[in-house]
């Protein structure tokens, strides 16, 4: 696994002061993308909240699960959430170090009381002393919120700054993009109110034991049900004790609201869990295990593989204005193509961290993470050996049918109904559960065009090239080699 040192620069740390009118929350920023472009201190918000405890609790969920590792509990470092401004609302978002856990708080308009949001996204600083003066508030006195450098440090930016230097797996970057592919197949699948919500989650297990059957939950009248098996409307819950970052917002809570796919047999799933606050809602979206990171769920293999779709994301981008909601049919009849080729090619913006979903919205959101927005695809370990099979001619086509020379093995890939099955051990383990494996990857991008002239001076290059510093002025980074992998952390396949 690949690690970098990401580099973040602030005027100053964040702060909680007391003014004479209230408090005044002062979350800095670092480097991020704006329409105006890079900015090394962007600006996105002024103003009063109207519900100002329940936003410091759910600023500290989002970055207790920044700061987790929910799989082989190690000490860790953690990166600042990322704060979007869609001009309607302000979405602070995070992964968890061990890759299994994306959170994410959404203040609404009306929890901005009515005041718009500057567009844009960079990280926010959310430092110790910060994190315990929102932890030691109380009441609901007036608090202004300021995201982004006050008027007086916008003349001083020339000055000393402060800088945090955090590691950045791959694999978090990777479980962006994985994280709203998966969510984008969720349906509503269960809704409980305010004091129903809080007596479930109160209740639930502080762990699972290693090898033991996955939880599940239906719902049952006005509650949820624990289940060891799944039925027509079972939610999965791996890891129930993953949830305890919604413990912050209970208090506040006015509605819970579940999430998941239509149940495979008795496989995990992954889920959401929203929380229904005033004026806002905080989501944890978990993996289908605690020991699996959303990083190999492969979800996005497919649209990195097609050209198609990349040229379909360069046009669909230039579309895109920081939406708080896009709408694939109105960009499909925009961009003057179908639907499919639009969520294709939304998918592989998101890979590039440039949408995110919304499940409660049921759609995706324009977004641009600050950080080099090809290294997810430049290291995903199946789509890098795919296209190293592609320039080392390793694909025999014959028909439906297809040879893969892998090393000193043959593969035997099948096509069947759309779905390409392979003779490997990825296969058999997964059954394309979990995306294609490498050598069923390689084949469709043969059939798609590929060839071993265009795939290696360019393809093969990025598999080996140094990690680009960060679209923000801000930010560097460094590649690093991470040491002792967890089972999370582990390439998906390596047959």
């Known amino acids: 696994m690949t690690r970098s040192v990401q580099a973040l620069a602030y005027v100053r740390p964040s702060a909680l002061e007391s003014t004479g009118s209230g408090r005044l929350l002062g979350l800095e920023t670092a480097?991020?993308?704006?329409?105006?472009?890079?900015?090394?201190?962007?600006?996105?918000?002024?103003?009063?909240?109207?519900?100002?405890?329940?936003?410091?609790?759910?600023?500290?969920?989002?970055?207790?699960?920044?700061?987790?590792?929910?799989?082989?509990?190690?000490?860790?470092?953690?990166?600042?959430?990322?704060?979007?401004?869609?001009?309607?609302?302000?979405?602070?978002?995070?992964?968890?170090?061990?890759?299994?856990?994306y959170a994410r708080l959404d203040v609404l308009e009306e929890g901005l009381g009515g005041t718009e949001t500057g567009?844009?996204?960079?990280?926010?600083?959310?430092?110790?002393?910060?994190?315990?003066?929102?932890?030691?508030?109380?009441?609901?006195?007036?608090?202004?919120?300021r995201v982004g450098p006050d008027e007086m440090a916008v003349t001083t930016l020339a000055g000393q700054v402060v800088e945090k230097k955090v590691p950045l797996p791959d694999r978090w970057l990777r479980g962006f993009a994985e994280a709203q592919v998966?969510?984008?197949?969720?349906?509503?699948?269960?809704?409980?109110?305010?004091?129903?919500?809080?007596?479930?989650?109160?209740?639930?297990?502080?762990?699972?034991?290693?090898?033991?059957?996955?939880?599940?939950?239906?719902?049952?009248?006005?509650?949820?049900?624990?289940?060891?098996?799944?039925?027509a409307g079972a939610v999965c819950?791996?890891?129930?004790?993953?949830?305890?970052?919604?413990e912050r917002?209970?208090?506040?809570?006015?509605?819970?609201?579940?999430?998941?796919?239509?149940?495979?047999?008795?496989?995990?799933?992954?889920?959401?869990?929203?929380v229904a606050l005033p004026g806002m809602r905080l989501t944890l979206t978990l993996s289908p295990d605690p020991a699996r990171g959303f990083s190999g769920e492969g979800g996005v293999l497919e649209a990195l593989a097609t050209?198609?779709?990349?040229?379909?994301?360069?046009?669909?981008?230039?579309?895109?204005?920081?939406?708080?909601?896009?709408?694939?049919?109105?960009?499909?009849?925009?961009?003057?193509?179908?639907?499919?080729?639009?969520?294709?090619?939304?998918?592989?913006?998101?890979?590039?961290?440039?949408?995110?979903?919304?499940?409660?919205?049921?759609?995706?959101?324009?977004r641009e993470l600050p950080y080099d927005a090809d290294r997810a695809e430049r290291h995903n370990p199946r789509l890098v050996s795919a296209r190293r099979l592609v320039a080392e001619g390793a694909v025999e086509l014959d028909g439906p049918t297809a040879t893969v020379l892998s090393g000193e093995r043959r593969y035997r890939i099948r096509e069947s109904a759309g779905v390409l099955s392979c003779t490997c051990q990825w296969w058999a383990d997964h059954q394309g559960r979990r995306g294609p494996c490498k050598h069923a990857l390689a084949v469709r991008m043969v059939r798609?065009?590929?060839?071993?002239?265009?795939?290696?001076?360019?393809?093969?290059?990025?598999?080996?090239?140094?990690?680009r510093t960060s679209a923000s002025p801000a930010a560097e980074t460094a590649q690093t080699t991470a040491d002792g992998p967890d089972r999370a952390d582990r390439s998906p396949e390596t047959a």
């Not at 100002?52 to 920044?66: K, M, N, S, T, Y």
């Not at 129930?240 to 919604?246: E, F, I, M, S, W």
């Open 31 to 101: 480097g991020g993308l704006t329409p105006r472009g890079a900015e090394a201190h962007p600006r996105f918000f002024s103003g009063f909240l109207a519900a100002p405890q329940v936003a410091a609790r759910g600023l500290l969920a989002v970055a207790d699960v920044a700061a987790a590792r929910y799989h082989q509990r190690i000490p860790t470092g953690s990166l600042d959430p990322v704060v979007t401004g869609n001009g309607d609302r302000l979405r602070f978002e995070s992964f968890s170090a061990c890759g299994g856990v």
């Open 182 to 231: 998966v969510s984008a197949r969720f349906d509503l699948r269960a809704e409980l109110t305010g004091a129903e919500a809080v007596r479930f989650l109160r209740s639930l297990p502080r762990g699972q034991a290693r090898g033991r059957a996955p939880l599940w939950v239906t719902q049952s009248g006005r509650t949820l049900r624990p289940t060891t098996r799944p039925g």
């Open 307 to 366: 050209e198609d779709a990349a040229r379909d994301a360069e046009l669909v981008s230039v579309l895109l204005a920081w939406e708080p909601t896009i709408d694939p049919a109105e960009l499909a009849a925009r961009a003057g193509l179908d639907v499919d080729r639009v969520r294709a090619a939304l998918t592989r913006l998101g890979t590039a961290g440039r949408v995110g979903y919304d499940v409660a919205d049921a759609a995706y959101f324009h």
């Open 448 to 467: 798609r065009g590929a060839t071993p002239d265009a795939a290696s001076p360019v393809r093969l290059a990025d598999s080996t090239s140094p990690v």
């Open 119 to 145: 567009h844009g996204t960079t990280n926010v600083d959310v430092n110790d002393p910060l994190r315990e003066a929102l932890s030691r508030m109380a009441g609901d006195d007036p608090m202004h919120l």
């Open 249 to 274: 917002v209970l208090r506040h809570a006015t509605g819970l609201r579940v999430y998941g796919p239509v149940p495979d047999g008795a496989l995990p799933t992954s889920s959401a869990w929203e």
């Open 237 to 246: 819950l791996p890891g129930p004790d993953r949830l305890v970052a919604l």
